[in-house]
């Protein structure tokens, strides 16, 4: 065997090698990629083989992208490190120092950085993290950076982390790299324009927060399909196309446009006043007629067509997660309570009603507020109490018992008996929740990484329901655009055992609704 021949199967060789350590699926086809390169023909000239080399690396220069990561980054999303492709991560190594001190956590904060070391120690059985690990088929590299600040960089106090951390990106970006710094720190993004650094927040999981689905869309059509949808009390939508219906500011509206569980307002091209209300079934995609329940759910009737869509949904045993926005006074927090109430109680189809919230912004623990742990835990559910106990008070929804016990004692009762549950969600994460109606409030607070954690700890017969104001969040790293809540609604429409109402009409006194609108 040729001394080429010989270094090409050594190559190829040590190439596999590297492929088996790998536990990252791009791995084969990283080491196929390079098998075939090696048994590419070599250009006999050695000028050509210069050339061409050269031609390459430069062409693989201008279109690299060097993206530096801050720690509040990864805290938001494990798997940060993984979404740049081609190009190269870097992490600086204050940045691990920094994810060292999270690791103990018990919180979302904590579960996210120990994730991320452990994606870090599997790299570190490739290569050399420091050399940088190349990780994916198109050449995507992982490498964590020592702090070395530049003599002259006399702009940054660098007894700060977070100047420590933006050293690396400026130290790449003196050098000639196409560098971006990448933070959910609004802060660093200001700091990072004043050193002539690009910089961005971390889009991955970002959604147009101006165009979200609403779960809804007025169509103005004939006066025969609005009679046909309750006398047939079901509809084919393709009916929608014999006649095209119109959005009410002209835009044409086909059924294709529709999705599964989104309602339909129509509204008669002859005469506006007569009108209809409709849902996309999900598992036939027929259009079946809208009317609400009848009959109250725990005490409350829907005061608007945006709440009986919502109720629909709510009581809707085949879709098993709903969302609803909507600003303070919309009642979407009061409504998915007496669903839930309803089924648990009433109707006795699940085990438990458990209704959640976020501590505080970042996952803070209870600890932040006084008092012992009863204490703490009341002051923070206090909003879920004050509407269960509505619900309870109201005469029809009482029980037979209701005269001789006041709300707080049939309150204390139902959470004795384990049929009402209400905590913290961070005591509620790590555990499977079968036959339970489930509740998360104030869910735009939590990051499409905490969502999917939760989402994914249904068990079987659960329902959940995802309640916020994406105008009114608390997270300093999040925003309508990044938030968990506007991420599940936007990545689940058009799933058939899942709908969505943004709910905008405040049902609570005048000066309620004056503030939600002009404060």
């Known amino acids: ?21 790998s536990t990252y699926g791009a791995a084969l086809g990283l080491c196929q990629l390079k098998d075939r390169a090696l048994t590419t023909h070599t250009p ?15 062409g693989a220069l201008a279109t690299k992208k060097y993206f530096v990561l801050d720690t509040n980054v990864l805290l938001h999303n494990p798997q940060a490190i993984f979404k740049f492709e081609e190009h190269e991560v870097v992490i600086p190594l204050t940045v691990i120092e920094e994810l060292d001190t999270f690791k103990k956590n018990n919180d979302e904060t904590g579960r996210n950085a120990r994730q991320v070391v452990r994606g870090l120690d599997k790299l570190r059985s490739i290569g050399h993290l420091f050399e ?13 950076a020592r702090v070395e600040p530049m003599e002259d960089e006399r702009s940054l106090e660098l007894n700060k982390n977070d100047n420590l951390i933006l050293s690396v990106a400026a130290k790449l970006n003196r050098q000639g790299l196409r560098t971006i710094f990448i933070t959910k720190d609004i802060n660093a993004r200001v700091k990072c324009d004043a050193l002539g650094i690009d910089t961005e927040d971390f889009e991955a999981d970002r959604v147009d927060a101006d165009w979200l689905h609403s779960g809804y869309c007025s169509m103005q059509v004939s006066t025969e399909i609005i009679d046909s949808l309750y006398q047939e009390r079901q509809l084919p939508r393709t ?3 014999i006649t095209p219906g119109r959005t009410p500011d002209g835009q044409l509206m086909k059924s294709e446009d529709l999705v599964p569980n989104q309602f339909v307002i129509l509204i008669d091209q002859a005469d506006s006043g007569h009108t209809g209300l409709a849902r996309v079934l999900g598992n036939t995609g027929h259009l079946i007629p809208v009317t609400g329940p009848r009959k ?7 005061r608007n067509v945006q709440q009986t869509m919502a109720l629909d949904l709510l009581l809707d045993d085949d879709v098993k997660l709903v969302t ?11 409504m998915a309570i007496a669903t839930g109430m309803q089924k648990v109680f009433k109707e006795e189809r699940l085990d438990k009603l458990l209704v959640a919230r976020p501590i505080m912004p970042l996952g803070r623990d209870i600890g932040y507020l006084p008092g012992d742990k009863d204490e703490k835990l009341s002051m923070w559910m206090q909003p879920i109490f004050d509407n269960v106990g509505y619900l309870l008070s109201t005469r029809s929804a009482g029980q037979g018992d209701a005269d001789s016990k006041s709300t707080e004692q049939r309150l204390d009762q139902l959470m004795a008996t384990g049929k009402l549950v209400m905590e913290p969600l961070t005591y509620i994460r790590g555990r499977s929740i079968p036959h339970q109606f489930m509740i998360i409030d104030e869910a735009q607070n939590l990051s499409p990484h905490e969502i999917k954690t939760i989402v994914s700890r249904v068990g ?9 104001d994406i105008g009114q969040i608390d997270n300093p790293y999040l925003d309508a655009a990044s938030n968990g809540l506007a991420h599940a609604i936007e990545r689940l429409k058009g799933q058939t055992i899942a709908g969505h109402v943004t709910l ?10 004056l503030a939600a609108e002009v404060l």
Not at 296 to 302: F, K, L, N, R, S
């Open 324 to 334: 609803l926005i909507g600003p303070a006074g919309t009642g979407k927090t009061l």
């Open 296 to 302: 109250p759910v725990y005490g409350i009737m829907a």
């Open 460 to 468: 079987d017969g659960t329902k959940i329901v995802l309640c916020g």
């Open 44 to 58: 006999h000239d050695a000028s050509e083989a210069r050339s061409t080399t050269q031609s390459a690396a430069q």
């Open 132 to 144: 940088g690990v190349v990780w994916n088929e198109q050449g995507g590299i992982i490498r964590v």
């Open 1 to 21: 065997m040729s001394v080429q021949n010989r270094d090409r199967t050594d190559a190829a060789a040590i190439d596999r090698r590297y492929c088996r350590h």
């Open 504 to 513: 905008s009409k405040t049902e609570r006194s005048e000066l309620a609704s």
């Open 239 to 241: 009916m929608l196309d």
